[in-house]
């Protein structure tokens, strides 16, 4: 069973920076590319960003770019997502979604998700 | 970037109806368009992709269909369990979602 938990979360002040990980199981993470979805509070999903299976090539939407990170750690089955200089707009539901293939890239599988609040 | 209009953003229904939500995007999107539910406090689950292909499991009163930028997802004989929110997502080209739907019981 696919299973993927995020964790690390929580209040964190303006410009601050925070990590969050997202623990996978039950399939074989390195033959997958991964990603970040958010969602604001009582707001509708947004892509944030995704990293390919080997970790060679990642992408971001543009108002994180310069500031978020993703990276994955194959050997621990790991994916991570670094954000830094925190902004309030950045408050939200951050769910880990591995990017499943057939005809295209989707997220076929997602986190429970882990809140970050932003707010000094 | 392509952007999806999704509507209508709210729909009243009664158990036994059918229901359909659409999506346009702003440009040609070759079908690469999935459809998730998402219900209270919880992440969305993937119920269809490339259009109308069902995931296993979901039950046939499901389903997708379009083609070039306008796409629809219907849910035939609505049932209490339906009751949530409907996003699309395109994926031709990166990755956006609509705005989403909240199916709610009339």
């Known amino acids: 069973e696919v299973q993927l938990v995020e964790s690390g979360g929580g209040l964190v002040q303006p410009g601050r920076s925070m990590k969050l990980s997202c623990a996978a199981s039950?399939?074989?993470?390195?033959?997958?590319?991964m990603a970040w979805v958010c969602q604001a509070p009582k707001k509708g999903l947004e892509w944030v960003a995704t990293?390919?299976?080997?970790?060679?090539?990642?992408y971001y939407r543009d108002s994180v770019k310069g500031r978020f990170t993703i990276s994955r750690d194959n050997a621990k089955s790991t994916l991570y997502l670094q954000m830094d200089s925190l902004r309030s707009e950045d408050t939200a539901t951050y769910y880990c979604?591995?990017?499943?293939?057939?005809?295209?890239?989707?997220?076929?599988?997602w986190g429970p998700g882990t809140m970050v609040t932003v707010s000094s | 970037d392509i952007q999806m209009t999704q509507s209508p953003p709210s729909l009243s229904a009664s158990l036994g109806d059918k229901v359909t939500i659409t999506c346009q995007a702003s440009?040609?999107?070759?079908?690469?368009i999935a459809w998730y539910q998402q219900k209270p406090g919880k992440a969305p689950g993937l119920l269809i992709h490339?259009?109308?292909t069902l995931v296993s499991g979901i039950p046939s009163r499901f389903s997708g269909s379009g083609s070039g930028r306008d796409y629809s997802f219907s849910i035939s004989n609505v049932e209490s369990e339906d009751i949530a929110s409907y996003y699309c997502?395109?994926?031709?080209?990166?990755?956006?979602f609509g705005g989403g739907t909240k199916l709610e019981l009339k």
């Open positions: 440009q040609n999107i070759n079908k690469y």
């Open positions: 990293i390919s299976y080997d970790g060679s090539s990642t």
């Open positions: 490339y259009t109308s």
């Open positions: 039950g399939f074989t993470f390195n033959n997958y590319d």
């Open positions: 979604a591995r990017q499943g293939y057939a005809h295209g890239w989707y997220f076929d599988f």
């Open positions: 997502l395109q994926y031709d080209n990166s990755w956006t």
